[in-house]
């Protein structure tokens, strides 16, 4: 009697078990398919986005901040302004053309609209589209933004709800293939990327729909490409804020008017060179594994090559 | 540690030629003779234990790679891997 009831209790918890899963899935797939509906009906948007990048590796952090203004319209219009800082300049699509506009040289350039605004011309531009923007931009400009959306949604799992700048969030993880996200990526880095998921999460705004925020997990695809780096912790997130639903846009939003002196370029010069080069370089004074010192005055009159490098 | 063939390569190929290929790593000994043995290594490695060169050095991400001209002046920095022809390329712009 006793072993009978143990069986049944058993399976009375898997079955729970399996049902909390495909719950959470459920919950994810209609919050994937709404934001998908949603993105359908958008006719044009504005918003703040504000990205973020940490990459902790080799014992160091690193977080940079950029803020950028995004104006666009179904299918393909845009002006993404950056705010003032390395990253200064503008991306913009008057529907023909892309331009890219680098503060730092005066330069623009200009190619045709990419297929897919997560495309390779934009990749190459020293202005990238973050991958949350890329994300919003493709929704807009996908026929199907449900379709889109739908990478892998055995996958997507409701995580939690989460109220951010004052909106009520569903924060969905889903296992999004790359390509989806950058496409078109050529040579070493697009080789090791190809067939590889990424790690994402979505904030979706439980009233209208709207991704709120987006978050990648960059550390599994950079050890994909660059076997020698191992960041304990890779993430690009971009929060949107000043959301405007089908705002009122004028035309000449979108149109490129070439600062004074900025010059038409087919590739940007090259960027400025480091500090470090052209100055001595720092002395230093260490030792090797047995105990014996190097110094940098060593090898006056030698070419040195200094390579910096660690495994954790 | 993907650069080491290349690096080690360097240092066989251009010795000879006045080149001196050194390591400057923070990980600790034991991590440094797995290394060195995996990729049969000989060039000179040296330990920044609390990274206090690479912060002179203003290194944020690694791999990094300088190369220091006869005068003791930075000539290039290069950021993340590379292969033995890009260095080898980089090397003709120092007269190498």
Redesign the interface.
């Given at each position: 009697m006793t072993r009978i009831w143990l069986v049944v209790a058993g399976v009375v918890g898997l079955t729970n078990l399996s049902l909390a899963a495909d719950s959470k899935n459920n919950i994810a797939t209609a919050a994937l398919r709404k934001c998908g509906r949603a993105y359908q009906r958008l006719r044009a948007v504005s918003l703040r986005t504000t990205m973020v990048m940490e990459?902790a590796?080799?014992?160091?952090t690193?977080r940079s901040e950029t803020q950028a203004t995004l104006l666009a319209e179904r299918p393909n219009r845009f002006a993404l302004k950056f705010d003032a800082d390395e990253a200064r300049g503008e991306l913009r699509s008057d529907g023909v053309k892309l331009i890219t506009y680098r503060a730092e040289g005066n330069e623009y350039l200009q190619a045709p609209v990419p297929a897919d605004f997560g495309g390779k011309s934009l990749l190459r531009q020293p202005l990238r589209l973050s991958p949350g923007t890329s994300l919003v931009l493709n929704l807009l400009r996908s026929e199907d933004p449900t379709l889109f959306l739908n990478a892998d949604l055995n996958g997507a799992e409701l995580l939690k709800s989460e109220t951010i700048a004052g909106r009520r969030t569903q924060v969905i993880a889903l296992k999004y293939p790359w390509e989806k996200i950058e496409k078109g990526l050529e040579g070493k880095t697009g080789k090791a990327l190809r067939g590889h998921v990424a790690e994402m999460k979505l904030w979706i705004d439980e009233r209208d729909g709207l991704v709120r925020r987006v978050q990648v997990d960059l550390a599994s695809a950079v050890k994909a490409f660059?076997?020698?780096?191992a960041p304990t912790r890779f993430m690009m997130t971009d929060s949107f804020s000043e959301v405007r639903v089908d705002p009122k846009l004028e035309a000449k939003a979108f149109d490129f008017a070439p600062p004074s002196g900025a010059k038409l370029v087919k590739s940007f010069s090259r960027a400025t060179?480091?500090?470090?080069?052209?100055?001595?370089?720092?002395t230093?004074k260490?030792?090797?594994?047995s105990g014996r010192g190097?110094s940098?005055s060593d090898?006056?009159?030698?070419?040195?090559?200094?390579?910096?490098?660690?495994?954790? | 540690m993907q650069e080491f063939p290349a690096l080690q390569k360097l240092n066989a190929n251009y010795a000879a030629k006045g080149l001196q290929v050194i390591g400057i790593t923070s990980d600790e000994a034991d991590s440094i003779k797995k290394v060195k043995a995996q990729h049969k290594a000989t060039f000179n490695i040296v330990i920044d234990a609390d990274n206090k060169v690479a912060d002179k050095f203003g290194v944020s991400a690694m791999p990094r790679t300088l190369l220091i001209d006869k005068n003791g002046v930075v000539q290039v920095d290069l950021e993340e891997g590379k292969e033995y022809e890009e260095f080898v390329a980089e090397l003709k712009k120092v007269g190498l």
């Open positions: 990459l590796e080799s014992g160091r690193r660059s076997p020698q780096r060179p480091r500090a470090l080069v052209g100055s001595p370089a720092p230093f260490l030792n090797d594994t190097a940098l090898f006056k009159g030698k070419t040195v090559l200094v390579n910096l490098w660690a495994t954790a | -």
